[in-house]
T-cell receptor, first 113, second 115 residues
Framework: ETGVTQTPRHLVMGMTNKKSLKCEQH?????MYWYKQSAKKPLELMFV???????ENNSVPSRFSPECPNSSHLFLHLHTLQPEDSALYLC????????????FGSGTRLTVV | KQEVTQIPAALSVPEGENLVLNCSFT??????LQWFRQDPGKGLTSLLL?????REQTSGRLNASLDKSSGRSTLYIAASQPGDSATYLC??????????????FGTGTRLTVIP
């Protein structure tokens, strides 16, 4: 366990469903991130939050909606996804924004059918 | 835009062998470089973090070096074991002044250590 916990570990959803991914850290970190990992591609940054404020949205489609209610929790709300959105979604945190060591969670393996 | 390349994409070695994984990056203006390990279908585990002012970091059988001016890093694994089998990812973090908040990842080297 790295200190960053993601739930669920696996998720299968239909294209019309609505679901949420959850990330939790109690490391006292102030920045949290969502990354997407697709097969044979580098990890792609999706969203960045610092002290609960979104500071970056990396051209992500609106069917992905992040929420950061406090500095320990980060959600990714999903609706009307496409099969190409199937991937491993990774949450990470760092002490401060951008330039410190990152701690990653174990990820949620999402399959859209 | 920063690009990170890892070669080879896959590597198989017999148990006990020493090996080197390579990482190169196009923009030398980095703040730090981090090596991660990823087991199949799992998240990333941080192995070593090298600040831009450092030349190397060591942890157990692992040694990572950084040559910022040439845009290269290597991860040396001594006396490899089957448990070292995983994908190894290199990631660089840009200078804070750029305003960028991203880690730039390579696509990884998949290592198989054969018993």
């Amino acid at each position: 366990e790295t200190g960053v916990t993601q739930t669920p570990r696996h998720l299968v959803m239909g294209m019309t469903n609505k679901k949420s991914l959850k990330c939790e850290q109690h490391l006292g970190h102030n920045a949290m991130y969502w990354y997407k990992q697709s097969a044979k591609k580098p990890l792609e940054l999706m969203f960045v939050y610092s002290l609960e404020e979104r500071v970056e949205n990396n051209s992500v489609p609106s069917r992905f909606s992040p929420e950061c209610p406090n500095s320990s929790h980060l959600f990714l709300h999903l609706h009307t996804l496409q099969p190409e959105d199937s991937a491993l979604y990774l949450c990470a945190s760092s002490q401060e924004l951008g330039n410190y060591g990152y701690t990653f969670g174990s990820g949620t393996r999402l399959t859209v059918v | 835009k920063q690009e990170v390349t890892q070669i080879p994409a896959a590597l198989s070695v017999p148990e006990g062998e020493n090996l080197v994984l390579n990482c190169s990056f196009t923009d030398s203006a980095i703040y730090n470089l981090q090596w991660f390990r990823q087991d199949p279908g799992k998240g990333l585990t941080s192995l070593l973090l090298i600040q831009s002012s450092q030349r190397e970091q060591t942890s157990g059988r692992l040694n990572a070096s950084l040559d910022k001016s040439s845009g290269r890093s290597t991860l040396y694994i001594a006396a490899s074991q089957p448990g070292d089998s995983a994908t190894y990812l290199c990631a660089v973090s840009p200078f804070l002044q750029t305003g960028a908040n991203n880690l730039f990842f390579g696509t990884g080297t998949r290592l198989t250590v054969i018993p």
